[in-house]
Structure formats: C-alpha cells, structure tokens
C-alpha cells in the first residue's frame, strides 16, 4: 500500500511514476524489474522511491489495483445498464468493457504484458476481486432467482465474472472471433439461468 506521501504528491508525479513502472513491469517479472530504471524514468531520487512504497512488491500491487479501479468501474456502470439483473451483468459487462478496450487499446496491451511477463502470479489475489463481488452482492437485484442464502449469490457471481472475464480474454488474445466468443457467452448464461430462475420468473 503506497503511503500518505506518495498520496501527497501532485497528481502529474504520481502519474509519470506510476507510468514508468507499469512500462517496467510490462517489460519483465517483477523479480526482475529494476527500481532504478522505475527511478530514473519517473525523474526521482531513490530515496524518494522509498518514502513513497515499501519495495517493488507494493509498487506492482498498487499498479494492478489502479487497473482494478477501472474494472471495479465498469462493473458498477454495467450494473446499472442492466438494471440490476446479475442474469444480464456477463454481456453487458463484456460489451462495455470490449468497447473501452478499442479505445484504450496500449493501455490495455501493457496490462496483458504485465499479466504475461508475472504468470505465476495468481492476478485475482492482487486485484480486489472480494471488493467487486460484495459490490454486486449488495447492489444486484436479487428477486426472481431461485437461491437460498448469500453463499449461494457468491457462487452464481463467479460463475457470471469468471465467464465474461475468460470471453474478454479469448477475444482479447485472438483465441476466437468476437461474434463467436459472444455467442458462446450467451449460451452460458442461457444454461445457468435455466438453473436458478424460478419457475415464476420465467
């Protein structure tokens, strides 16, 4: 977590060394990524670098979690483009987000870099993934669905985020074409609404 200091600093300083890392930290493992090269680029002295985080550990989590605002974001937006309904949030936040990418298009190949050059490195531990799920949790409406506590919401919620997160990715990584990775998405959806959709609500 990057300290009071680093969050003092004026929004064009903070921005130009958060810039050299994720450039860094797309280039090689974190193991490997040199703070001095981070130091250098960012145009501060090391003794800076350290006032402001820990260790280039708590600089790679810093730089994923400001990826993870947007996701956090467009979760949020998603939701309230599909009313609530978890049932519609996969498409819509497949939609959305395949929509910013084309707009952001290097924003988005460094963060594949930086996923790419740390695989080990279980991503879902670093992002605040827990946040997004209480997030939805607590904002999606609920009515309709045949599910009987909240254990049961937090399955059905990966099961949605983890099939529109792989679409992004298949498409994203050129695994498939865009039409047929959406319509595959729908399918999945389909089966599970076949499941927990009460017999009312259909």
Not at 14 to 42: M, Y
Not at 174 to 180: F, T, Y
Request: charged letters at 25%.
């Amino acid at each position: 977590m990057p300290t009071n200091t680093f969050f003092n600093l004026p929004p064009p300083k903070r921005e130009k060394l958060l810039t050299a890392a994720a450039a860094e930290f797309a280039r090689r493992p974190c193991g490997e990524v040199s703070i001095n090269r981070i130091i250098q680029a960012a145009e501060i002295p090391r003794g800076s670098f350290y006032q402001y985080f820990a260790d280039k550990t708590d600089l790679f989590r810093h730089v994923l979690r400001c990826y993870d605002r947007y996701l956090e974001t467009a979760v949020s937006r998603s939701l309230d483009r599909c009313g609530g309904r978890p049932l519609e949030l996969p498409l819509t936040l497949f939609d959305l987000v395949l929509n910013y990418i084309q707009e952001n298009r290097e924003e988005f190949a460094q963060f594949l870099s930086i996923l790419r050059q740390n695989i080990g490195v279980d991503a879902g531990q670093l992002l605040a993934l827990p946040d997004i799920m209480r997030l939805v949790l607590e904002r999606a409406d609920w009515s309709g669905l045949n599910l009987e506590n909240e254990a049961e919401k937090l399955v059905l919620l990966d099961l949605l985020l983890s099939s529109a997160g792989q679409s992004l990715m298949a498409v994203c990584c050129g695994r498939a074409a865009l039409e047929e990775v959406r319509e595959r998405l729908s399918t999945k959806i389909a089966l599970i609404r076949r499941g927990v959709e009460s017999k009312e609500a259909v």
